[in-house]
């Protein structure tokens, strides 16, 4: 099998894990990914095999990107997701969804983000998360990024249910942790699907189980 296709990552992988899996299946080195998922998220994961695909990946990265995120008010995480150390907040009004909606609208359109500390992001050649698990201080600079469109799918507190459409290099847990902040009440990502990587669907990926036997084939 070779080219590019679609594939759903299980909640629970790494991307990289994933990718080894089919790496196996395939019997080739030349694979690789467009995006990596947090091993928490699942959904569309773009995968190229062989050389002429995985050259081609880089052009993947860079088209638009659509999330289904589920984000917990009323307590941060050490990892700004389920993953991490939660801190319930006190002392906040819970928020009505018009105040919701105005603050969704500031995170729309071009704006700087800091990435989690809890990330891939190169500090002096080595992953942040690295470092802060090392004990180290680390901070990450701001960057500009991209965020075409929010829409609050639902609000039952203390959870939101957002649909979040951007562009290369937006971190959702930023995104989740950003709002908190906003809305003075803290806020953690409790749970993503990407469901569209530019032209490619959810509705059209493989499973994981269906990748590995189509590298057989």
């Known amino acids: ?15 990289n ?10 019997g080739t080195k030349k694979i690789g990914h467009a995006g990596t998922l947090d091993p928490l998220a699942e959904g569309v994961l773009v995968v190229g095999i062989g050389r002429e695909a995985t050259k081609q990946l880089a052009k993947e990265v860079a088209k638009e990107k659509e999330y289904i995120a589920s984000v917990t008010l009323g307590m941060t995480s050490a990892t700004d997701d389920e993953e991490g150390e939660k801190m319930a907040r006190t002392a906040y009004v ?10 969704l609208q500031k995170f729309v ?7 989690p500390l809890y990330s891939a992001v190169k500090v002096k050649g080595k992953e942040a998360y690295k470092r802060v698990r ?15 469109s929010i829409t609050l799918e639902s609000y039952e507190w203390p959870l939101l249910v957002l649909k979040v459409i951007t562009g290369p290099g ?8 950003d709002v908190g902040q906003a809305l003075g009440t803290g806020a953690y990502l409790s749970g993503l699907v990407r469901t569209r990587v530019g032209q490619w669907t959810i509705k059209d990926a493989l499973s994981l189980a269906e990748a590995e036997a189509k590298c057989v084939e």
Request: proline letters at 6%; hydrophobic letters at 40%; charged letters at 25%.
């Open 134 to 148: 090392k004990g180290e201080e680390i901070k990450l600079e701001p960057r500009q990024v991209i965020i075409k």
């Open 17 to 26: 894990a994933a990718l080894n899996r089919l790496r196996r299946a395939a």
């Open 94 to 103: 819970i928020p009505a969804e018009k105040e919701i909606q105005g603050v």
């Open 109 to 115: 359109g071009n704006i700087l983000q800091t990435p």
């Open 1 to 15: 099998m070779g080219g590019i296709f679609v594939m759903c990552k299980p909640k629970g992988l790494t991307s």
């Open 170 to 177: 937006v971190y959702i847990r930023s995104l989740a942790r």
